[in-house]
Nanobody, 121 residues
Framework: QVQLVESGGGLVQPGGSLRLSCAAS????????MGWYRQAPGKQRELVAA???????NYADSVKGRFTISRDNAKDTVYLQMNSLKPEDTAVYYC???????????????WGQGTQVTVSS
């Protein structure tokens, strides 16, 4: 089975920085696109940033110029560097990946458990 283990969340003051990590694991699985989503209280889950195996990432307009997504394909790990954080960035951040077993052609979506990011003075 696929597991996504997130780390790096926490409490930070406005203007500060945090770096989230998400390590994917699973015997005999191939990982495709990876991304970060967030969900604030009372709001729908939204895409923050996503990155393919190779190629350009895409970002939500609200985080462009402040957040940077990257990945290490050798480690099946995706990162989200968050700078110039604002109170409105407060949310639970979820990692997601598309993956398939080497014995299947079906690509399924997998989600991490979420990590809390709180931006407050």
């Amino acid at each position: 089975q696929v597991q996504l283990v997130e780390s790096g969340g926490g409490l930070v003051q406005p203007g500060g920085s945090l770096r989230l990590s998400c390590a994917a694991s699973g015997s005999d699985f191939i990982f495709y696109d990876m991304g970060w989503y967030r969900q604030a209280p009372g709001k729908q889950r939204e895409l923050v940033a996503a990155i393919p195996v190779s190629g350009s990432p895409n970002y939500a307009d609200s985080v462009k110029g402040r957040f940077t997504i990257s990945r290490d394909n050798a480690k099946d790990t995706v990162y989200l560097q968050m700078n110039s954080l604002k109170p409105e960035d407060t949310a639970v951040y979820y990692c997601r990946t598309g993956a398939r077993s080497i014995r299947s052609t079906l690509v399924l979506q997998y989600w991490g458990q979420g990590t809390q990011v709180t931006v407050s003075s």
